[in-house]
């Protein structure tokens, strides 16, 4: 799919009307006509980090900067923003005595949490890395800040200082990703992380994440039982064909959404850039009909709310994954699929780290988006509860 970024973004700002890319293996059956294209930042890459809650929460934010009439060149640092969530997430895994999540993952929620209680910073002006040149990777981080917390959160250890604690791992993010900025100069004006935030026009109160799962009462908020959700921050239970109607509706209407799904599956394939559930299922699928997969298009699964809560309860379906859903697109057998955004770089698929999920994929997989509460049909909206 070589030729489906280009086309993308010529779509986006409004240059083509209508287009079809095939993908770029030269034995491909796939034709894809794109429905609707939004404008997207370039892909960024998280490296050797488990920080995709950021980049895919930031790309979906700078998309919608976009969208505001705030500017196009807003590139949101994502390590300002897992910098002040390190040291929360360590709090909490004291507080809880060690049972709570202390690893590099986060959600959504944490991302609005930052930008409504501290801010946002430019990229240029805090990458996280000391040398520029260095791929991000923060193993020796958690390492450390696991170090320090863990007997802090043994109960049966001596007495501690909490604040002392806090201070230590303060001080080790710090040294590894660098003193978040306090007030600046960019472009021309001087700013605080408050101030840069604000110029951007997000309004966090603004944004709401929505999932579906039969285990909770629909239109109501729940604490969706995933490890990476240290916080417990609450997401809205929609039925899944209201799910799936805002998700549409969002796209249609020129708004975007972050994605949280799981990719460890046999039908993701993103060296192909594709994500597919097909009907006929991987165990009882011979080898030559599992490579063609990727070779032509294949009727998909029909997805239900009770199979998505199965695979949700049996494992099958994990927060693997933050990524950003910027479009649609149909292959020529009239399937629909996703256009994402992913933040592994432009290097490891053929379609400049982008790739397509078919509507099956997206309604079986996924375990949360983000966007903006104005993105949902009035009608679901007044069911949630959110004023509009």
């Not at 488990?50 to 500017?71: D, P």
């Not at 053929?350 to 397509?356: A, R, S, V």
Request: aromatic share 12%.
């Amino acid at each position: 799919m070589k030729t489906y970024f280009l086309v993308a973004c010529a779509l986006a700002i409004g240059s083509i009307l209508n287009a079809q890319t095939k993908t770029n293996k030269s034995n491909s059956e796939y034709t894809f006509t794109i429905v609707k294209s939004i404008e997207a930042s370039p892909v960024q890459n998280q490296e050797r980090t488990s920080t995709c809650w950021s980049f895919s929460s930031l790309s979906f934010f700078e998309s919608e900067i976009t969208r505001l009439g705030k500017g196009k060149d807003f590139n949101l640092s994502e390590m300002f923003v897992v910098r002040k969530i390190y040291p929360l997430k360590a709090q909490h895994y004291i507080r809880m005595h060690g049972n709570n999540n202390l690893a590099e993952g986060g959600g959504f929620p944490d991302v609005l949490r930052v930008i409504k209680d501290h801010g946002m910073v430019p990229e240029d002006l805090y990458t996280g890395k000391k040398n520029s040149k260095d791929p991000h990777n923060h193993g020796i981080l958690e390492g450390t800040i696991k170090a320090i917390a863990k007997p802090a959160a043994d109960p049966s250890t001596q007495k501690i200082d909490f604040d002392f604690m806090i201070k230590t791992i303060e001080d080790a993010c710090d040294n590894f990703l660098g003193k978040a900025p306090e007030k600046f100069d960019y472009k021309g004006k001087s700013y605080t992380p408050r101030t840069y935030a604000d110029a951007t026009g997000i309004v966090p109160d603004d944004y709401v994440v929505l999932t579906s799962f039969t285990h909770h009462p629909y239109y109501e908020k729940f604490v969706i039982e995933i490890p990476d959700n240290w916080a417990w921050e609450g997401v809205h239970n929609l039925p899944l064909n209201e799910l799936q109607e805002t998700m549409l509706y969002a796209i249609n209407n020129g708004f975007t959404f972050a994605w949280g799904a799981d990719v460890s599956e046999k039908g993701f394939m993103f060296k192909e850039g594709l994500a597919v559930v097909p009907e006929k299922s991987f165990d009882t699928m011979t080898e030559m009909e599992k490579a063609l997969l990727s070779i032509k298009p294949h009727k998909q699964l029909t997805i239900t709310a009770e199979l998505r809560q199965k695979q949700f309860n049996d494992y099958d379906t994990q927060d693997d994954h933050g990524m950003h859903a910027i479009g649609t697109v149909k292959d020529q057998n009239g399937t629909l699929y996703y256009t994402i955004k992913n933040s592994w770089g432009t290097k490891r698929n053929d379609c400049d780290g982008y790739f397509y999920a078919s509507e099956s994929y997206v309604l079986l997989k996924t375990t949360s988006i983000m966007l903006h509460k104005k993105a949902i049909p009035p009608a679901i909206a007044k069911k949630l509860g959110i004023t509009q």
